[in-house]
């Protein structure tokens, strides 16, 4: 019988195969990448709102080719950015290195970090609990890296794919919030996780995406009890 560790290295292992291989096209996309100085400033508010006006210590998980890691850079964040993808990491490297932020990222898996307790005072993730085999376990994770008072800001969505593609044919099954969950569903999760003051905020402003947006995206943020 494989045991469930060995399952989930193996899913891990195409999640990351599946983003190595997407790296070197992913910020083409207009919903992916920030390509207008409109679309620059429409997340730069949005996030500006949610993280205020102090510079805190951030850690984007999943951060992908940086797009959010710079954008919170850019508001003054010291942040460091983990994700499972080398290829995606050498992106958001050269991304940084061009925008001159300096910003440390390095491979790690979300659902352990190689972060001590109490580290940062803002855990960022846009897009990734559909990709992780135990999206609860991160979570649970997130909140130990974060400091008593500090944050969990995700940003998500609900698409509802017609099929899954490419690696995912093979391990979707295996993701328990494959495709994204409706906002209420996130809430309950991190609320059973005892995140307080959980807060919401749709994301649909086609500037955000570059395009009218096709799933119903949103924002959603809770406390770290004291």
């Given at each position: 019988?494989?045991?469930?560790?060995?399952?989930?290295?193996?899913?891990?292992?195409?999640?990351?195969?599946?983003?190595?291989?997407?790296?070197?096209?992913?910020?083409?996309?207009?919903?992916?990448?920030?390509?207008?100085?409109?679309?620059?400033?429409?997340?730069?508010?949005?996030?500006?709102?949610?993280?205020?006006?102090?510079p805190l210590q951030v850690l984007d998980i999943g951060c992908g080719t940086g797009v959010l890691s710079l954008l919170l850079a850019d508001l003054g964040h010291?942040?460091?950015?983990?994700?499972?993808?080398?290829?995606?990491?050498?992106?958001?490297?050269?991304?940084?290195?061009?925008?001159?932020?300096?910003?440390?990222?390095?491979?790690?898996?979300?659902?352990?970090?190689?972060?001590?307790?109490?580290?940062?005072?803002?855990?960022?993730?846009?897009?990734?609990?559909?990709?992780?085999?135990?999206?609860?376990?991160?979570?649970?994770?997130?909140?130990?890296?974060?400091?008593?008072?500090?944050?969990?800001?995700?940003?998500?969505?609900?698409?509802?794919?017609?099929?899954?593609?490419?690696?995912?044919?093979?391990?979707?099954?295996?993701?328990?919030?494959?495709?994204?969950?409706?906002?209420?569903?996130?809430?309950?999760?991190?609320?059973?996780?005892?995140?307080?003051?959980?807060?919401?905020?749709?994301?649909?402003?086609?500037?955000?995406?570059?395009?009218?947006?096709?799933?119903?995206?949103?924002?959603?943020?809770?406390?770290?009890?004291?």
């Amino acid at each position: 019988m494989t045991k469930p560790e060995q399952t989930g290295n193996a899913v891990k292992e195409l999640v990351q195969q599946h983003w190595n291989d997407r790296a070197t096209t992913f910020d083409d996309a207009s919903h992916h990448g920030i390509h207008t100085d409109e679309q620059h400033e429409r997340w730069s508010s949005i996030l500006r709102e949610w993280t205020g006006d102090e510079p805190l210590q951030v850690l984007d998980i999943g951060c992908g080719t940086g797009v959010l890691s710079l954008l919170l850079a850019d508001l003054g964040h010291a942040v460091t950015g983990v994700d499972v993808a080398p290829q995606m990491l050498e992106r958001a490297r050269a991304k940084a290195t061009r925008a001159d932020r300096s910003i440390e990222f390095y491979r790690g898996d979300a659902e352990a970090l190689a972060v001590t307790d109490d580290a940062v005072e803002l855990v960022t993730a846009r897009h990734l609990v559909w990709t992780l085999p135990n999206p609860e376990q991160a979570i649970a994770e997130w909140q130990r890296v974060v400091e008593p008072g500090g944050r969990i800001l995700v940003i998500e969505g609900y698409w509802d794919h017609a099929e899954p593609w490419d690696e995912y044919e093979e391990i979707h099954d295996d993701l328990p919030m494959y495709d994204g969950r409706p906002p209420d569903e996130l809430r309950a999760v991190l609320a059973r996780h005892g995140l307080r003051k959980i807060e919401h905020e749709p994301l649909l402003d086609p500037v955000l995406w570059g395009r009218e947006p096709h799933h119903e995206y949103y924002l959603m943020a809770g406390t770290v009890p004291r």
